[in-house]
């Protein structure tokens, strides 16, 4: 129960702050959970053994979309521990991997023209 009480937790914080990365501060938070129990508490919702059509959507999104984010949920080493740019050791959603100040500038100079 008590893992589970962890899972909730972390999941509220994510719909709280629409990321894993607190909305004060940019500072990332995980999981008080290993992996494997993170990934056996999705597997035990019912629909992971449901052979309906929603049953095998939840897997596929499961089994397609985990294996990517799984390092960016439990990394808690640079670049993962705060939002920055790249080349200043930080991670971003926002922009994409290879983006630095001067294109942000140059890009914030087009759209103002």
Known sequence: MEKFLHFVLYSAGVFENYSNYNNFGNKKFIPELDPQDFEAIYKANSLWESKTEKGDLYRKAFNEIYPQIKNEIFAYEKPYTSIGFPEEGGVTGYFSRNIN?????LIKEFLEA
């Open 101 to 105: 100040k001067e294109d942000l500038k």
